[in-house]
């Protein structure tokens, strides 16, 4: 997988990965502001098969080809993320590196911000030699019984 470069500012939004787009000389056509406005309405992690269903559901005139092609063409641009899983791939709207949380019972796939501890860090180095300066975690597990109140206040 291609890291993005880290000088480049994070993408937070859908007009930052619009400007993201112009930016790299990207032709931001109708379809691809289609795609883009579905990943950051959805916020999840979709399969190519899923984001033509869903645009063609509401009315978006997208063909098949004209999805995959922009897939691609966005998450090598490093505008939108792209997770490779042995079903496929599937594609979200945060670009930067973040960490994910992987249920098994619904094969969904939730997206985390995780800071090491700094110490921890510095034992991965010295321990390996190698100087940190990304990282991302996968997390897997089953759905707990204790329901989470996510978004609950
Ligand atoms: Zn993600």
């Known amino acids: 997988m291609k890291i993005p470069e880290a000088n ?9 990965a619009l400007a993201r787009c112009q930016e790299q000389g990207m032709r931001v056509s109708r379809q691809r502001r289609y ?6 309405e959805k916020k999840e992690h979709l399969s190519a098969r899923k984001i033509y269903d869903l645009l ?7 063909g098949h080809t004209s999805v995959y092609q922009n897939l691609d063409a966005l998450s090598a641009g490093g505008i939108i993320e792209c997770v490779e899983r042995s079903d496929g791939r599937l594609y979200g709207n945060i670009s930067d590196s973040h960490s994910h949380i992987n249920c098994l019972d619904t094969n ?9 501890p700094p110490e921890l860090l510095q034992k991965i180095e010295s321990e390996t030699g190698v100087r940190i300066t ?3 975690i996968d997390f ?9 109140d996510r978004g609950a206040k």
């Open 56 to 62: 063609n559901q509401q009315g978006k005139d997208i």
């Open 35 to 40: 795609i883009l406005e579905l990943l950051w």
């Open 8 to 16: 480049l500012t994070p993408i937070k939004s859908l007009d930052d």
């Open 134 to 136: 990304d990282y991302r």
């Open 108 to 116: 969904q796939i939730i997206d985390l911000r995780i800071e090491l």
């Open 140 to 148: 897997f597990g089953y759905q707990n019984s204790v329901k989470a």
